[in-house]
């Protein structure tokens, strides 16, 4: 009987799809590669799996040492195993995605890649591997998941107006959405809460501040916006 060592194995890596919402923009975070393949290219940050690592324990890597953050709650979203998507040889990715809001965050990046940087999701460049179907998968994901679970909690700041939710959904989505049914069904769904605060500094007006309801039973989440 052979040996375990004996057996050719695929490497396994670790990629991610960062999302990022700022002034109603939908981004990804992506790395500009310093080295081949896709020398100069634009990657979702990556790594190989190491042999003591957990996958956890890998995503905390790669955000420290190729985007200079700290941890992100991370959600695994697929498994990649295309035998040709890696031209190194034979890799398996499982890939994991995080919403951010970046004004939080300040992007380095790490010594194995030119930059670090975000894109708007509507002007993406080419991508090397197979990470274009991974970030559609994400992106498809995403839009689905935002119908069932307030994402709004990692990309909103914590306390924003009706307004700014209903672009984030219109921005997320990309479809338009009527605003006195958005406002019906947000609400009715106790999603948010109103925070008894306005905004300031608006010219001739001064909308509510909402925050998310952190104590909604997210398993019964669910809006319709259609």
Not at 67 to 83: A, K, M, N
Request: aromatic share 12%.
């Amino acid at each position: 009987m052979k040996q375990f060592h004996e057996y050719r194995n695929p490497a396994l890596a670790i990629d991610l799809v960062v999302f990022g919402y700022h002034e109603n923009m939908l981004s990804v975070l992506l790395l500009n590669r310093n080295e081949e393949p896709f020398k100069n290219g634009w990657t979702l940050p990556g790594a190989f799996l190491q042999m003591e690592e957990r996958f956890l324990e890998a995503c905390g890597r790669i955000l420290k040492t190729k985007l200079g953050i700290g941890r992100l709650f991370l959600e695994q979203l697929y498994s990649f195993d295309e035998p040709d998507r890696d031209p190194r040889g034979r890799v398996i990715s499982v890939t994991y995605f995080a919403l951010v809001n970046p004004g939080k965050f300040e992007i380095a990046a790490g010594k194995m890649a030119n930059d670090a940087s975000w894109h708007d999701v509507k002007k993406m460049p080419e991508l090397g591997f197979d990470h274009k179907d991974i970030f559609r998968k994400a992106l498809e994901r995403l839009r689905s998941k935002i119908l069932y679970f307030p994402v709004g909690f990692e990309l909103l700041d914590d306390m924003f107006t009706m307004t700014e939710l209903h672009e984030l959904y219109e921005c997320i989505l990309d479809i338009s959405i009527d605003r006195r049914n958005f406002r019906r069904k947000i609400l009715d769904s106790e999603y948010i809460v109103d925070t008894g605060l306005k905004r300031e500094g608006l010219r001739n007006r001064h909308p509510s501040l909402y925050k998310f309801n952190k104590k909604l039973k997210q398993n019964n989440f669910h809006l319709n916006v259609s």
